[in-house]
């Protein structure tokens, strides 16, 4: 469905801020079937050579915005504290039949809607970067004036990079923002810390970091590939009376383990997440 959604679309595929998240995305796309001319990027300081690969391949990067169709959809990819200036010029683009997806951290729907006009239709999402191997994971809110055939456009582009996870409490998206969001960063940190106490433990720092980043990737790998939950996978390394035993005794802690330091963690992004509300 996602692929033919994406091949009919009435008018571009806007995408403002084409960074990490937002260039992942377009990849995502143009991998799924989005014809290259109707893509349209608009990034002002986007590398030189980037933009020149784009336009080789037919996206159409910085154009005049007077000259610009309706789009289909404006993919609102900037950071959330240069919403304020970069959201007002493409104001003018949102035309009824556009729905606007924004995956701006913390930035809510009623902020963008007092920009872009109080009847855009607007879906506030936020992904992650396993996006970049079509792995990613995007928890999405639709505004009050998304119609059903808008937010299936949103699911087929956000399904295009992942899974899409659809919430009807605009509330809950700072603390999802704080668990997939930024999740993937806790998961290459226990790579970097895994490896770093390896070398405290004796290993030489590279063997250390070859193991530790294999081992979290397979982790990973395993989890995706079984249906057991977290909690078995885990049991089933852990010996009673083993190795992985005394680890754990200290990781789960109740008082200082990782349980209580994740609850920490999370709480501190999803605060964070409503500071950039604006
Ligand atoms: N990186 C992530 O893991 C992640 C995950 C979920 C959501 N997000 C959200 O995605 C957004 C982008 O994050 P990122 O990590 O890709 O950042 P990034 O810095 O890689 O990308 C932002 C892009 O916006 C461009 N830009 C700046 N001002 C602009 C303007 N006025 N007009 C057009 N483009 C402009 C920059 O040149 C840059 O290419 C943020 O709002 C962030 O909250 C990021």
Same mark, same amino acid.
């Given at each position: 469905?996602?692929?033919?959604? =994406? ?26 079937? =989005? ?15 980037? /933009?020149?690969?784009? $336009? ?11 000259? =610009? ?8 990819? *900037? ?40 009847? /855009? ?17 995007? *928890? ?54 895994? /490896? ?12 250390? $970091? ?69």
């Amino acid at each position: 469905m996602s692929e033919s959604v =994406l091949k009919s679309l009435s008018g571009p595929v806007v995408l403002l801020g084409a960074g990490k998240m937002g260039g992942a995305m377009l990849e995502g796309w143009l991998k799924l079937g =989005l014809p290259a001319d109707k893509a349209v990027v608009l990034d002002p300081n986007l590398p030189a050579e980037t /933009a020149a690969a784009l $336009a080789g391949r037919g996206v159409l990067v910085n154009p005049a915005l007077a000259s =610009l169709p309706a789009p289909a959809v404006l993919l609102l990819a *900037v950071k959330p504290q240069v919403a304020p200036e970069a959201l007002p010029p493409v104001a003018p683009l949102v035309r009824a039949g556009t729905v606007v997806v924004s995956i701006m951290a913390g930035r809510t729907l009623g902020t963008m809607a007092g920009i872009l006009g109080a009847q /855009a239709a607007i879906v506030r999402a936020i992904p992650n970067t396993p996006a970049a191997i079509g792995r990613g994971v995007s *928890v999405a809110v639709a505004g009050p004036t998304v119609t059903a055939a808008q937010r299936e456009l949103a699911t087929a582009l956000l399904g295009a990079i992942g899974i899409v996870e659809w919430i009807g409490d605009e509330a809950l998206m700072d603390a999802a923002t704080a668990v997939s969001g930024s999740g993937p960063a806790y998961a290459f940190l226990l790579a970097e810390v895994l /490896a770093q106490a390896g070398v405290a433990a004796g290993l030489p720092a590279e063997l250390s $970091a070859r193991i530790a980043r294999a081992t979290v990737s397979g982790a990973g790998a395993l989890m995706d590939q079984s249906d057991l939950p977290a909690a078995t996978l885990r049991q089933n390394v852990t010996s009673p009376g083993g190795t992985t035993a005394a680890a754990l005794a200290v990781l789960m802690d109740a008082g200082k383990g990782f349980g209580p330091l994740m609850v920490e963690a999370v709480a501190a992004a999803t605060k964070r997440g409503k500071e950039l509300a604006g």
